[in-house]
């Protein structure tokens, strides 16, 4: 099947109406040509209506900072698409949930910049504001669908989709990857055997590298079959979500939910009981705490 | 130890249990989920690995003053502090009880609100994921992520770094989107560990095992330098504890401002830096110690930790 890794640019054409996409405008603002090359941002139109766009380009690289080629967000990366989801916040504040533009996130990146550079200047915090920045969209009523066409690796895939509401991938036979590490490298650290590892992965989703195990973990809501899908899937998940934010569950989308959905799955379900017994320890000494 | 002589201990040496015991008033701390629990680790038996009863976290609720705090201190005894399925469900825990505390305090105390706000406290010890249950790790990161936007506007999220793991990969910008940071010299922050730096861009760029150089990077003098740490204290409980309890003594919106990251202006702000970065591309982190008037950024380092705070010259909140 097709693969779309470091087809980041070719799959926003074939997500958003034809000839839609303004790359570097959002809402009133223009990003500067050439900034954060390894980061698409813009406006395009799906079936109509503006949409924000967030993707990787695997095939820039950033002059500035060599660390930046084949899909790594930088410094400039980060900054550049938190900016954009600020302005699209900005845009629509008056607007009524449901009308707020959503947010669709085009996911094909191996990591984060990493450097000496920008450990001086603080890559972490690059990252993490971005991750607040979709967080607040997401809050405040935007939809913001992921989309992962190729690679979703660590905390570039905390950087770059795991805030959405609704997380989709193309399936491994595309070549999608999502994993923090791949099982060669666990091997390598745990000095565990890469037979046993590989066994193991069969039961237990919790390690393993793959599209299917972060399914049962609730990490992705939906595998769309096919590149061609792409489009009407993402338009029906920002229908669910901007339906489940209407009535104001908010709860029901973002990483709150997926808790749910990988105890559901079968893939996390320890993570509830450990919610549900802290919160009973709690009780029983709240009065006092809570004067 | 008692709670007299554990301030006077070094919160390097510490560990996680005595950190979240004595930063909080004394005997106000309850652990919640503590290792009676017996919550440990359902992937790390599979994988031939010892379990812990508190899976590396303690986790708990304790008083500063008439305001109740939420504690998480991350223990790098257990596999570095690493974050599976069982920790970081604690760490989500604790934001969500904070949470509901808050609106309780909220209705019961309108118009003095600013005393029995909660807080939450986390005391990093930590490399981000465990790789042995990476993907619930993954995915327990984006959670606190997400709590930690719902605090915005309602209660203060404070970083502690001071213990030996330091605090990197995931962890590294959760502390990064918290209101404040509270940093010894011996502390470490960074998103890419040192190690991995050197295998990405080679030993001759980037010597791992070279203690001043990763200390220059990630360490708590050059993080109060950038502004990336707010509170630079001497390595004991009671430093970082006095600084804590001093913080929370100030109204909200001071604590607010304490922020680096999570607002338009920030990262505004944030990108006059990176455009900073550029220009000087620095070989060495004294090269921008030097740009913010630090004449002599080699003696930097050396200093005492009341005498560092006396003669540094900080980055200005505007950046040029």
């Known amino acids: 099947m097709e693969s779309m890794i470091g087809r980041g640019r070719d799959a926003i054409s074939m997500i958003v109406d034809p000839d839609s996409f303004a790359e570097n405008q959002v809402g009133n603002v223009q990003v500067p040509e050439g900034y954060g090359p390894g980061a698409v941002v813009g406006t395009a139109s799906l079936n109509g209506r503006p949409v924000t766009i967030l993707a990787n380009d695997a095939q820039a690289v950033n002059p500035r900072f060599p660390v930046v080629y084949f899909g790594v967000i930088g410094m400039e990366e980060a900054y550049k698409m938190a900016s954009a989801v600020y302005e699209s916040i900005l845009a629509d504040r008056d607007k009524p949930v449901g009308e707020k533009r959503p947010l669709l996130l085009i996911v094909d990146t191996p990591g984060n910049g990493p450097g000496k550079v920008e450990e001086i200047f603080g890559m972490n915090k690059a990252t993490g504001a971005y991750q607040l920045a979709l967080a607040e969209a997401r809050k405040a009523g935007h939809a913001v669908i992921a989309m992962v066409i190729g690679r979703a690796i660590s905390g570039a895939f905390l950087c770059h989709g795991l805030q959405a509401d609704h997380i989709l991938a193309l399936p491994k036979e595309c070549g999608t990857m999502i994993h923090v590490m791949p099982l060669t490298s666990i091997s390598r650290i745990t000095k565990m055997d890469i037979e046993r590892l590989e066994e193991l992965s069969q039961e237990s989703p919790v390690f393993a590298a793959g599209v299917d195990f972060f399914y049962r973990l609730g990490g992705v809501e939906e595998i769309v079959p096919a590149p061609e899908g792409m489009r009407d899937a993402l338009a029906r998940h920002v229908e669910l979500v901007e339906a489940l934010k209407r009535e104001g569950h908010y709860e029901q989308t973002g990483p709150w939910s997926r808790g749910a959905l990988g105890a559901e799955r079968g893939g996390r379900t320890t993570r509830p009981e450990v919610l549900r017994r802290m919160a009973e320890e709690f009780a029983a000494v709240s009065s006092s705490y809570l004067a | ?320």
């Open chain 2, 1 to 320: 130890m008692s709670y007299g002589n554990g301030q006077k201990m070094s919160f390097l040496e510490a560990n996680a249990r005595q950190r979240a015991n004595w930063l909080v008033d004394e005997g106000s701390f309850t652990e919640l989920l503590g290792p009676q629990d017996r919550m440990t680790s359902p992937h790390l038996p599979a994988l031939g690995e010892a379990v812990s009863f508190d899976d590396g976290v303690v986790t708990g609720v304790g008083r500063i003053g008439t305001r109740p705090v939420f504690v998480i201190s991350q223990e790098g005894r257990f596999i570095g502090g690493a974050v599976g399925e069982v920790h970081g469900a604690k760490m989500v825990g604790i934001f969500r009880l904070a949470l509901d505390a808050y609106k309780a305090a909220a209705e019961k105390h309108p118009d003095d609100l600013d005393a029995y706000r909660p807080a939450v406290v986390i005391s990093f010890e930590t490399g981000g994921v465990r790789l042995h249950e990476a993907n619930a790790g993954l995915l327990a990161h984006a959670e606190v992520m997400d709590m930690i936007q719902d605090t915005k506007g309602k209660l203060p999220v404070i970083s502690l770094i001071g213990s030996k793991v330091g605090c990197f990969g995931g962890m590294g910008f959760v502390a990064a989107a918290t209101d404040a940071i509270i940093m010894s010299p011996l502390g470490r922050l960074g998103l890419t560990g040192p190690e991995v730096i050197e295998q990405e861009m080679g030993k001759e760029e980037f010597d791992a095992s070279d203690k001043s150089l990763v200390s220059r990077t990630t360490g708590g003098k050059h993080k109060y330098i950038m502004q990336d740490c707010n509170i630079l204290v001497e390595d004991t409980i009671m430093g970082f504890r006095r600084a804590l309890c001093d913080l929370l003594a100030q109204p909200y919106e001071k604590v607010c401002a304490c922020r680096r990251i999570g607002s338009y202006q920030l990262v505004k702000e944030q990108m006059d830096l990176v455009a900073l970065a550029v220009e000087l591309n620095p070989g060495d982190a004294k090269d921008v110690w030097r740009y913010y008037g630090n004449e002599h950024p080699e003696q930097l380092p050396e200093l005492e930790t009341a005498e560092f705070l006396r003669v540094v010259h900080r980055r200005p909140k505007e950046v040029r």
